[in-house]
């Protein structure tokens, strides 16, 4: 539904509170849902209307306005261990409310889901740098930078922990390692 998002989009707003972010942004020029997404997603008007945020210490919320409904993802990140996360969602939707639909929305999220797998399991590295001057970044990094910033806040007062592996454990050489298998 929404391919390129990232190229298609304006940040238009970003706030930040002690213990959550958000962020509003524009989508222009997505792609025009197919099947039964074809009705259900045509907006009222051009833009369609997405909120992107997070809750300290694990939660992102996801709202999708694209002007006959709205559909929110809230999604739970636990970390197992400093390499594995367990991810655990729940989504409302205003339009399609009827027992029958929750398996064309369930299909469609997995679906993402394994679209986005490639990319996040050979990212490089495998964990964001400590230092965010150690990173390049772009206007849309603001998001993720004030997630960032609030979790190193939270590390200073005592609160999480640190990994045990440090940044060196993500050399070429295990990147290399992946591309063989």
């Not at 197992?80 to 064309?104: H, N």
């Amino acid at each position: 539904m929404l391919k390129n998002f990232w190229y298609a989009c304006e940040f238009s707003e970003l706030n930040v509170g002690d213990w959550e972010g958000h962020a509003k942004v524009n989508v222009r020029d997505y792609t025009k849902a197919k099947d039964l997404f074809a009705f259900v997603f045509r907006p009222l008007k051009a833009n369609v209307k997405v909120t992107l945020g997070f809750y300290m210490p694990n939660i992102t919320r996801l709202v999708v306005d694209f002007g006959r409904g709205k559909l929110v993802n809230f999604t739970v990140h636990v970390p197992v261990d400093d390499r594995t996360t367990i991810t655990k969602r729940i989504q409302f939707r205003s339009f399609l409310t009827f027992p029958w639909a929750d398996g064309i929305f369930q299909r469609a999220a997995y679906k993402v889901v394994m679209e986005d797998k490639g990319v996040v399991e050979s990212e490089y590295p495998m964990a964001v740098p400590d230092k965010l001057s150690d990173e390049v970044h772009v206007p849309c990094d603001n998001l993720s930078l004030a997630y960032r910033k609030l979790r190193q806040k939270c590390l200073a007062m005592g609160w999480g922990m640190k990994p045990e592996w440090q940044q060196s454990d993500n050399s070429n050489g295990n990147l290399q390692h992946f591309r063989q298998l």
